[in-house]
Each structure stands twice: as C-alpha cells, then as structure tokens.
C-alpha cells in the first residue's frame, strides 16, 4: 500500500513514518506487531528463517485463512519488488525528476 492510499483510508503520518522502527514504537497493535514482525521475516527469510516464535505469535493473532491471505500479500509484495529491480523499473516520481 502506498502512502496516499494509506492516508485516505485513515492511517496517520506518525505511523508510516514509524514503520521502519516499528519494534520500538507503541502506536501498534500487537496484532499489527504481530502482522509485521511475520510480514519481515518472510521478506528476509533468508536470514530469518521465518522463526518459530514469530510464526507462533502470527497463528495466536491471526486465524488460518487471514495468516495465508497476509503470507500471500506479503509474498506477492516481495515478487512485484524483486521484478522492479530485475528490470530497472523506476519509480513515476524518480522518472519525473530525471526529466525536469
């Protein structure tokens, strides 16, 4: 999700400035907590692993079919990423930019 999708549906600046320190901050839930801690590990699972205890507090705050629409998400995400970059693909804005 993009920043401005995410504003629209009522997300705050504070949040999505904090996601890459969302470990250390309070403003998420555990089920988020939960959601991005399962969401990393996937994405580097080469170094993760996926570990057991992340796998464990992601099934206690997720049932089955949210944690395999969220893996899929995730997975998809990390697919749509790994072909940008295969490809040189660049983002609209940084298009515009080399332009001007």
């Not at 904090?18 to 988020?32: G, I, K, N």
């Not at 507090?57 to 893996?71: Q, Y």
Request: hydrophobic share 45%; net charge negative; with cysteine.
């Amino acid at each position: 999700m993009h920043r401005q999708d995410a504003i629209k549906l009522g997300e705050t600046d504070d949040r999505l400035l904090l996601l890459d320190a969302w470990c250390e901050s309070a403003l998420y839930t555990e089920r988020e907590r939960a959601a991005l801690a399962w969401a990393e590990a996937l994405t580097r699972i080469s170094e993760t692993h996926a570990p057991d205890a992340v796998y464990e507090e992601a099934r206690k705050a997720f049932s089955e079919d949210e944690l395999v629409a969220l893996s899929i998400g995730v997975a998809t995400i990390n697919a749509w990423n790994r072909l940008a970059i295969g490809f040189r693909l660049q983002h609209p804005a940084d298009r515009m930019r080399a332009a001007a």
